[in-house]
């Protein structure tokens, strides 16, 4: 993406409960030795622990956040998603961050829908940003600003 991005961060989840970023690697170190010894098998050990990590990866590692007059995108090491402004139907916001959806109504789909923007304290900014950027319609006809 060439553009300028109008603002960007990165957050690492697990930098914020280190304890439990400990014992997400002592489960994942564990069950992948169970998985290796039980199936006497080194490559189900290390499958294991390729999946268990990949499931958890936006929590082990930094992801980058960057949004543009174009489009939002959240970027981790194992993946890159991407929903421009004219595709967000829905913005739901909680106290950690807003979910940009491109489903209308909640669904069992949003987990794999959209773009979840995290905080770090920037909520303003990103609020800001998100509520210049996507139409009133998407926040089930409230001011976006009020977010």
Partial sequence: MNEDP???W???LARRRPAQAAAAVAVITAASLAAGFGFQSLLLGLLAAALLI???SDYLFPLTFTLTHE???AR???HRR???WAQVRRVSRDDLGLKLSPLPQPSRLDAFRGIYLWFEDNA???MAFVAHHVKAEAAGGDDLSSL
């Fill in 6 to 8: 109008g603002l960007e």
């Fill in 76 to 78: 981790g090491p194992l």
């Fill in 124 to 126: 303003d900014d990103v």
């Fill in 82 to 84: 991407r929903l421009l």
């Fill in 54 to 56: 990949a499931s958890v």
């Fill in 71 to 73: 489009a939002a995108e």
């Fill in 10 to 12: 990165t957050i690492h």
